[in-house]
């Protein structure tokens, strides 16, 4: 089973999402857990503070580095990962969503404001990162996208492994085109190959269609595909 245990100043916003359809069978299933903390319970003043005013100016305020501490390390057994939401990080991708879905437990740390003073990720070895090359107002919304990808490949989620296999990424490319009935609608037809029968051929033309789409939608991959 995979806890995924999220430190947030929202935790009304989960399981949101998460606790429906497929996933929140996968939860009944016991696949996987869900656990929030909310970091504002880990405060130690009467006021319950948070947040506070950057040093060296701006206008934004930061999460304060004792208060989220202490909710990791009030929560957290030693050697497990901790991730922290940020568009500064690494960029996730479905290769991390994989190796993080082998994980015993996953720590996400959605920030807020300005998002966490510095000293807190160099403190617990917190990696960073980063859903995509845009700023979101929070790190909820970054963990749902993160979570979906990787609970969408837990082992007895959706039921057929096999389709995972075949989708974008898997092998460096970007998935082919799919057709589904009627065979024809609104005057368009099927590709013929589709209908053949012949399994070798299909898997051929799959291949082309990937890689044809993959060379103009995404150059980065296609140079990474040919080298290999
Ligand atoms: N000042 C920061 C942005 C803070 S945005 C900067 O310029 O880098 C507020 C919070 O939203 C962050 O702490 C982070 O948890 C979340 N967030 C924003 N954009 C994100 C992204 N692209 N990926 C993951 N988390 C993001």
Redesign the pocket.
């Known amino acids: 089973m995979l806890i995924a245990r999220i430190f947030t100043l929202y935790p009304e916003f989960f399981p949101g999402p998460l606790g429906k359809g497929l996933y929140g069978k996968a939860l009944d299933k016991k696949i996987w857990k869900l656990e929030t903390i909310n970091i504002r319970d880990y405060t130690t003043d009467k006021h319950k503070t948070v947040d506070d005013t950057t040093y060296g100016g701006g206008s934004?305020m930061l999460i304060k580095p004792d208060v989220l501490a202490n909710s990791l390390d009030k929560n957290l057994k030693s050697k497990e990962r901790t991730i922290?939401?940020?568009?500064?990080?690494k960029l996730f991708n479905q290769k991390l969503a994989k190796d993080l879905s082998k994980e015993k437990t996953v720590n996400i740390?959605?920030?807020?404001?300005?998002?966490?003073d510095e000293r807190v990720i160099e403190a617990r070895n917190i990696e960073e990162?980063?859903?995509?090359?845009?700023?979101?107002?929070?790190?909820e919304s970054?963990a749902f996208v993160m979570l979906d990808a990787i609970i969408r490949i837990l082992p007895g989620v959706l039921g057929n492994e096999k389709s995972i296999e075949d989708e974008s990424f898997e092998n460096g490319l970007l998935e082919y085109p799919q057709y589904t009935k009627p065979q024809i609608w609104e005057k368009k037809t099927v590709p013929d190959v589709l209908l053949s029968g012949d399994h070798a051929k299909i898997k051929d033309w799959r291949l082309s269609q990937s890689e044809a789409i993959t060379r103009v939608r995404r150059p980065d991959l296609w140079q990474k595909y040919k080298k290999n």
């Open positions: 934004g922290y939401l940020s568009p500064k990080g740390i959605c920030g807020h404001f300005e998002g966490i990162l980063s859903i995509g090359d845009f700023v979101l107002s929070g790190g970054a």
